[in-house]
């Protein structure tokens, strides 16, 4: 391998993200379970989520305004507006919630630090994965910091032509078969998959991967026995 730069995804690889919203999903489902089984809330709520994707992108902002058109439509538009600010402040408190570093990352980027470019390639909303990144106390160790709207073949491209290496040269890490493998190695990268114990229904992908440039680790800090 001839790798110069490792670029790592952020939620789920560099700290703790699903979980968060797994939890908020739940409180959102316990508030309304006046209206619905708790399965039926879920299903609608993932639904709208999805739904929404293409509209809203990524981030909690737009999960925060999914919550509330469920609740809207689950109670047939009877929904108290108190009801309301409580799916607010749950939004508001996943905005908020600490960042806890999965286990092996600082030991990682402290011994690839100089030895490669360190990249972030996050999607998700802006504002939200600065300020992450920033309560993180990860930032001095990154070059630079990607906030893709979609991670596809066309945004690592650019991603590559920006930081001006070959495909072959980007070694991309992250929890995501779907947005951290696939696009990196139909553009000629290399990635490694580390699993997060819960994957969110929209990046599971339902086909095995086999591929000469293609890793699966299942803690971070076993890249370091290959870089
Ligand atoms: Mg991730």
């Given at each position: 391998m001839s790798i110069k730069v490792v670029a790592l995804d952020?939620?789920?690889?560099?700290?703790v993200n699903e979980s968060y919203f797994r939890k908020t999903e739940e409180a959102f489902c316990q508030l309304l379970e006046g209206y619905a089984s708790m399965h039926n809330l879920e299903r609608e709520l993932v639904r709208t989520e999805l739904d929404?994707?293409?509209?809203?992108?990524y981030g909690v902002k737009g999960f925060m305004l999914s919550m509330i058109e469920s609740a809207t439509r689950i109670s047939a538009g009877t929904v108290s507006a108190e009801t309301i600010d409580?799916?607010?402040e749950l939004g508001k408190k996943l905005l908020?919630?600490?960042?806890?570093?999965?286990?092996?990352?600082e030991e990682v980027l402290r011994s690839l630090q100089g030895k490669y470019r360190l990249v972030v390639a996050t999607k998700g909303d802006l504002l939200d994965q600065e300020r992450k990144l920033k309560k993180s106390g990860l930032s001095h160790y990154f070059h630079h910091i990607e906030i893709m709207s979609e991670k596809d073949d066309a945004n690592y491209l650019k991603l590559i032509r920006h930081l001006d290496i070959k495909p072959?040269?980007?070694?991309m890490v992250g929890n995501s078969l779907k947005s951290d493998v696939v696009p990196v190695l139909n553009i000629g990268g290399h990635a490694v998959h580390v699993?997060?114990?819960?994957?969110?229904?929209h990046e599971q992908i339902n086909h095995t991967?086999?591929?000469?440039n293609f890793r699966v680790v299942e803690r971070i800090d076993q890249i370091l026995a290959f870089l």
């Open positions: 952020a939620d789920d690889t560099l700290w929404n994707l293409p509209l809203y992108g409580k799916i607010i908020n919630e600490p960042i806890e570093l999965l286990d092996g990352v072959e040269e980007l070694l699993p997060y114990h819960i994957t969110w229904v991967i086999e591929h000469e």
